[in-house]
């Protein structure tokens, strides 16, 4: 299964912007999928998780301004994010949540600046 996520950019403090990670291989239905972020200086962090079946789990620092979403029929898993901070402010990747031992790809990057 190879990941490619996009839609990262530049937002300004408040906005939204929505990432979408493409997975290729049959299995992806199978797994739970999770967006991690990666800031500066920082170790890669769980942000969002979501199992087969829909259900959502999300880190207390984006609880209730993120929204993690999948549509196993295009082997995709969505994140929206709203209400922007700059410490936001990170290279984005999906992988296999809390586990990630899919290949990393190479992420997108979502920068919170005024």
């Known amino acids: 299964v190879q990941l490619q996520a996009s839609g990262g950019g530049l937002v300004q403090p408040g906005g939204s912007l929505r990432l979408s990670c493409a997975a290729s291989g049959s299995i992806f239905s199978l797994i739970g999928m999770g967006w991690y972020r990666q800031a500066p200086g920082k170790q890669r962090e769980l942000v969002a998780a979501?199992?087969?079946?829909?259900?959502?789990n999300y880190a207390d620092s984006v609880k209730g301004r993120f929204t993690i979403s999948r549509d196993n029929a295009k082997n995709t898993v969505t994140l929206q994010m709203n209400s922007l901070k700059p410490e936001d402010t990170a290279v984005y990747y999906c992988?296999?949540?809390?586990?990630?031992?899919?290949?990393w790809g190479q992420g997108t990057q979502v920068t919170v600046s005024s």
């Open positions: 979501i199992t087969t079946d829909g259900s959502t």
């Open positions: 992988n296999v949540a809390y586990t990630a031992w899919l290949p």
